[in-house]
């Protein structure tokens, strides 16, 4: 016979589902452990690309000292530029973005005007580069070369004259994609790089995220110190976070 005290209703509910209040408070829990996880995650990948192009920029300075030495130049063109020079004229500007590090080489120290075939000076400075570069492959994911010229058309054998910008820049790029895989001895098989040219149609001044046109790009070389700086090779490094 059952005991009636165990029929008794004492007034207390067992539910085993638990409320919508604390089911919310669990997964806010949830939320913010793995928000805190990913922002620290996010954070350490972050420290580790800007030691990497930390250490990329000192090589390159001190290296560029030694050899330059008394007409060695720097300059902060912002927080996040910095130009060197020789004492004369400019070599270099590196630049951090938050995605990758820009290197810019200014055409009179790697060519010729309208030639391809990098100079003496040039060689110097690219093996300076190029040795930081592969000193520190192990943090770099890939590497793109870029070939800039001004509007300036010029005519190159075999190829139309309104061709002949982007020729010169593909050249250009290729030149240094070569030096730096026989000279620095970076292989694209571990680390890939690009050779590519964007002729007179992406001068520094232009945001590739914004809106442009043919006025715009006549502006950008409407006088020679505007030219000048259109003629460049731009290096690209983008990082791991290893």
């Not at 085993?16 to 990948?45: E, R």
């Not at 690219?126 to 520190?136: E, M, S, T, W």
């Amino acid at each position: 016979m059952l005991d009636n005290d165990l029929l008794k209703d004492d007034g207390v509910d067992f539910n085993f589902w638990p409320s919508f209040t604390d089911l919310m408070l669990t997964i806010t829990i949830i939320m913010a452990a793995l928000l805190v996880v990913k922002f620290g995650v996010n954070a350490s990948q972050l420290k580790q690309k800007q030691e990497s192009k930390a250490a990329i920029i000192n090589e390159i300075k001190n290296q560029l000292k030694a050899k330059f030495k008394e007409n060695y130049r720097e300059s902060e063109e912002s927080d996040s530029t910095l130009i060197i020079s020789n004492g004369t004229e400019k070599i270099v500007k590196i630049t951090s973005e938050t995605d990758y590090q820009q290197i810019s080489f200014y055409e009179k120290i790697l060519f010729d005007k309208s030639h391809y075939s990098i100079k003496e000076s040039g060689r110097d400075v690219l093996k300076v580069v190029g040795d930081a570069i592969k000193h520190k492959s192990d943090k770099i994911k890939l590497v793109q070369i870029e070939g800039h010229t001004d509007s300036n058309e010029i005519k190159l054998d075999n190829y139309p004259k309104n061709m002949g910008n982007i020729v010169l820049g593909s050249r250009r790029a290729v030149d240094v994609y070569q030096f730096f895989k026989d000279q620095s001895g970076i292989d694209p098989a571990v680390l890939p790089m690009s050779a590519t040219s964007f002729g007179e149609y992406a001068p520094p001044s232009r945001k590739l995220d914004g809106e442009y046109g043919r006025e715009a790009l006549v502006k950008a070389n409407s006088t020679e110190e505007l030219k000048a700086s259109n003629r460049r090779i731009e290096l690209k490094l983008f990082f791991s976070a290893k």
